[in-house]
């Protein structure tokens, strides 16, 4: 009776290993996405998808709270209105123990606030991503302030003042550099004024001095450009860093290995001493004007030492900045303004939310004499699927139809609809509101929504070749298909494009939320290296057709993809609280890939049907439409929508009997939508996707803050940390 046992003990003992072998594959798993140096608990033990505030110090007063302590609006009332929580969301570990070390005080200094943060944060990348960022780029930064709402500064790269054509420029498209003198401008109008200057550069020199490890994206990305890189202009202030990229000729640093890029970590030092005075006035500047002057066939270094002082940092705030409300007003959108693409970001998300989706629910019921194609009864599919009850078409939102096989199809193709036609709009836009007349209000209101949403062909089989109507609106205007400019001046994508910026996300235990995107343009920008960091090629992205509303000017800023986003609604006291930032790399993908993101954990729910957490909705399987093809990450194993979106007849109709498997016209050519489905996935450019990075607070149903959440994108080897402060002593 007891033979039983000694089986069980095997069973216990393969038990055991097969756990010890998923340990193992999982462990290896994450060494081989984020590299062995930055995967252990050291850098990821604070990874945690959600923290919930502990109820201390009065913080966050219940609803059991008298009226006079929820209403009260002395200072006490704000000093428990303080969420108490924080953290940083960023592309590399380091970055983030280096905001979350400012956060905290962990030097023994006063804590700093998310800006301070920021700024730590910006310059630690721009030593341990020198690829994506850093001194000879520039970026966007979007704040959501308790006192001052939502502000933001462009200190995007600028066109030469001195170069009156596009062919003037410098060779290799530089601009001049803005990074320094933003990094200096937040600092002084929005840090906390509790920590000095010279504290937030410090983390970026001790990496620069101590030398940090390779991981595998910067392996990678250095792999595949190091032989455009020019080291010939560095080593200005001594000693050359170009062994620690290249220790031997044509021979890259790998994962794991050690960099000590002692010319940043000199040229830094002149930071901390002369702040933005130096690089944009000093002997930083001079350097850099030579090195601009030499890669030059018209300008001077003193054309172009009068460029970098002369370089302004833009400041918006209030109406100024693009923003728009969804989701029947609940939340509002903020972005960075034109130039950056924030805007069509929001216009994607409004659209999604406005539009009218009965014809096409009636379509798919019911079919049509030309289409012949019917299912019965999507909006109870929809409902079961969805687990709600008193479910009609009338509730249909565009989110809903990715949850069911019978109308997954419907859902890529009117994402695509929605992306295609707010990339064809921003053609006609947006541009640098130095030069052009810019109304972001109108861009976004629900007016124009509607406008942008005539230009979507809702019908899905409207497609087929000939009867599908091309957008009509803001074309794009005609240029030589292979000049530089022409691809910024019209909606197509680079394949081989690896991301090229980097983003953060920094929420502080005040409850202000940053949303940073940084860019060299390309990776690694023009390839210069100059004084310890690489020049941006951000005059590339100008466009050659004086009619563009991206023609060349002097002084100006060009279009860009990046589009920092921060989500925010009303909060207590009745006062707007920023409740998710998001944002990523990607180039010309960056607008789809947030549009996608933020859909998903709008709308998506996991296996067991509950809604996705912030990580779990980054790390959905996303898809890009280029032309006809339409990119996906993981094979779309959904048979029934596979067909239907392409040219082909559906191929197995025992499964869907209420469709017709033919769907022939008269000349017996299948009538799907006519996309061609390629399979795009991680193994083949995993950064193709972006690198979404996010933070989020919680807030309940009295509009306190209870909570924070967070996530980083796997696919760039994404990190964050979250966490609260202790509660003190009584």
């Known amino acids: 009776m007891n033979h039983y046992k000694k089986d069980l003990k095997w069973t216990y003992i393969l038990s055991v290993i097969t756990f010890a072998g998923l340990i193992f594959w999982n462990l290896q798993g994450q060494q081989a996405l984020f590299g062995d140096a930055y995967s252990g608990d050291d850098y990821r033990e604070r990874e945690h998808e959600a923290i919930e505030i502990a109820d201390h110090d009065g913080r966050n007063a219940s609803e059991d709270d008298t009226e006079d302590q929820r209403v009260s609006e002395d200072a006490s009332s704000q000093e428990i209105n303080e969420p108490g929580v924080y953290g940083v ?35 630690t990348l721009g030593v341990v991503e020198p690829y994506g960022s850093g001194l000879g780029g520039g970026g966007n930064m979007l704040i959501h302030d308790p006192d001052e709402g939502i502000v933001n500064y462009d200190y995007r790269e600028a066109a030469p003042e001195s170069a009156e054509t596009l062919d003037q420029v410098p060779e290799q498209g530089m601009a001049i550099p803005g990074f ?30 101590e030398g940090y490890q390779v991981d595998q994206v910067f392996s990678e990305q250095l792999s595949s450009f190091y032989p455009n890189l020019n080291f ?20 890259p640093v790998e994962d794991g290995d050690t960099i000590q890029p ?59 900045v693009a923003s728009g409300t969804w989701r029947s007003q609940e939340q509002t959108i903020y972005g960075s303004p034109s130039p950056a693409s924030s805007t069509i970001v929001i216009q994607a998300l409004k659209m999604a939310s406005q539009i009218e989706l009965t014809n096409l629910i009636d379509t798919i019921e019911n079919g049509n004499e030309s289409h012949g194609i019917a299912i019965d009864d999507v909006t109870e599919i929809l409902a079961d699927e969805l687990n709600i009850d008193g479910f009609d078409k009338d509730n249909v939102e565009l989110g809903h139809l990715a949850h069911s096989e019978e109308t997954e199809a419907h859902y890529y193709h009117l994402m695509n609809e929605i992306t295609e036609a707010v990339y064809n709009d921003r053609l006609g836009t947006l541009g640098d509101p130095q030069f052009d007349d810019i109304n972001h209000e109108e861009l976004t209101s629900d007016a124009y929504i509607e406008e942008l949403l005539e230009d979507v062909e809702w019908d899905p089989f409207a ?35 690896p991301g090229n910026t980097t983003h953060f996300v920094v929420v502080d235990q005040e409850g202000r939320m940053v949303s940073v995107t940084h860019s060299l343009g390309e990776f690694f920008g023009s390839g210069i290296y100059n004084d310890g960091y690489f020049l941006n090629n951000q005059t590339d992205n100008f466009s050659e057709n004086e009619e563009s509303m991206n023609r060349y000017e002097p002084g100006k800023r060009p279009r860009t993809f990046v589009s920092p986003i921060i989500f925010a609604e009303e909060g207590r006291n009745g006062q707007e609280r920023p409740v998710l930032g998001l944002g990523t790399p990607g180039g010309s993908r960056i607008p789809a890939m ?34 006809q093809s339409m990119f996906t990450e993981e094979y779309l194993d959904n048979d029934y929508a596979r067909a239907i979106l392409q040219y082909n007849p559906i191929d197995n109709p025992e499964n869907y009997p209420n469709t017709d498997p033919l769907n022939l016209d008269d000349d017996d050519n299948a009538k799907q939508m006519g996309y061609g ?33 967070g996530g980083g994108d796997e696919r760039r080897s994404g990190s964050w940390a979250i966490d609260q402060e202790e509660a003190e002593d009584e």
């Open 463 to 497: 497609i087929y070749e000939e009867d599908r109507d091309e957008l009509d609106q803001n074309e794009p205007v005609e240029e030589e298909p292979d000049t530089t400019a022409a691809v910024h001046d019209a909606v197509e994508t680079d394949l081989d494009d």
């Open 594 to 627: 947030l549009f996608q993101t933020a859909m998903q954990y709008q709308y998506g729910l996991n296996d067991e049907g509950e809604p996705l957490t912030l990580q779990e909705a980054i790390m959905e399987p996303r898809f890009y439409k280029d032309g």
């Open 677 to 709: 489905v390629n399979l795009r996935g991680f193994d083949d450019n995993p950064l193709f996707y972006g690198g979404i990075q996010g933070l989020g607070l919680r807030t309940d149903d009295s509009g306190n803050i209870n909570g924070i959440y």
């Open 89 to 123: 969301s960023s592309a590399h570990p380091l970055a983030v123990e280096a905001g979350m070390d400012i956060l905290e005080g962990a030097d023994g200094k006063e804590p700093g606030n998310a800006v301070d943060a920021a700024v730590a944060i910006s310059f």
């Open 180 to 209: 320094v003198k933003g990094m200096e401008a937040v600092y002084h109008e929005m840090g906390s004024g509790d920590r000095d200057w010279e504290d937030l550069i410090d983390p970026a020199i001790a990496h620069a001095e």
């Open 262 to 320: 002692e010319e940043l970590k000199e040229t830094l030092n002149l930071l901390q001493d002369g702040g933005a005075d130096e690089f944009y006035q000093g002997e930083l500047s001079e350097s850099l004007a030579e090195t601009m002057a030499a890669n030059s066939n018209e300008l001077t270094a003193d054309d172009l030492a009068d460029d970098l002082d002369r370089y302004e940092v833009q400041r918006t705030e209030g109406n100024e």
């Open 232 to 251: 010939d202009f560095s080593g200005n202030g001594g000693r050359t860093d170009e062994s620690e990229y290249l220790p031997v000729a044509n021979n």
